[in-house]
């Protein structure tokens, strides 16, 4: 079973790669039942898609090869202090640890902090610095749309 400091290393050797192939220093382990049953590097630069961050293409790679329950219970590794995206979607994935090497404050010299992002999701809605509002629109339908969504589950049985 390996160990947090063995994780964190074999995170950190990714980064050092992805690094090496033009990209961000951002690797991911993700750890079940102690066995690594995913890794990946920060992609951003290659797809140009801004949620193509190391921990999430790991989660993803782990659901599509062990199913979505292997995360449950899980543990993430990651090179860099997780940003709010991927901590987000960590929870949601039902992960149970994480830890990471470099915190936001080793980062933020290098403009690789995301501290201010976590700063501002403290704030109330009405604070923040992107304009957030609920704005309750009902389908054309007029049927109540979570309502709908559970009523198609249930027929599914």
């Known amino acids: 079973m390996p160990d947090a400091t063995h994780c964190l290393r074999q995170a950190i050797a990714l ?3 992805n690094i090496a192939a033009g990209g961000r220093p951002f690797g991911a ?5 102690g066995t690594v049953i995913a890794t990946a590097v920060n992609e951003t630069h290659l797809s140009h898609d801004i949620t193509d961050h190391a921990e999430l293409l790991a989660l993803r790679a782990a659901a599509r090869a062990r199913g979505p329950e292997a995360l449950h219970g899980s543990a993430v590794y990651a090179s860099g202090h997780p940003c709010p995206m991927c901590l987000a979607a960590m ?4 992960v149970a640890t994480v830890a990471y090497a470099y915190s ?3 980062g ?4 690789l902090s ?3 992002i976590y700063a501002d999701l403290r704030r109330p809605f009405a604070e923040q610095s992107m304009a957030i509002s609920h ?3 009902q389908p054309d339908s007029g049927r109540n749309l979570y309502e ?3 009523q198609a589950r249930d027929a599914k049985g």
């Open 15 to 17: 980064a050092q790669a």
């Open 148 to 150: 709908e969504w559970a």
């Open 108 to 111: 933020a010299p290098f403009n």
């Open 91 to 94: 929870r949601l994935a039902g």
């Open 135 to 137: 704005v309750p629109v």
């Open 104 to 106: 936001n404050e080793d």
């Open 114 to 116: 995301t501290a201010e």
């Open 29 to 33: 382990v993700v750890v079940s039942d």
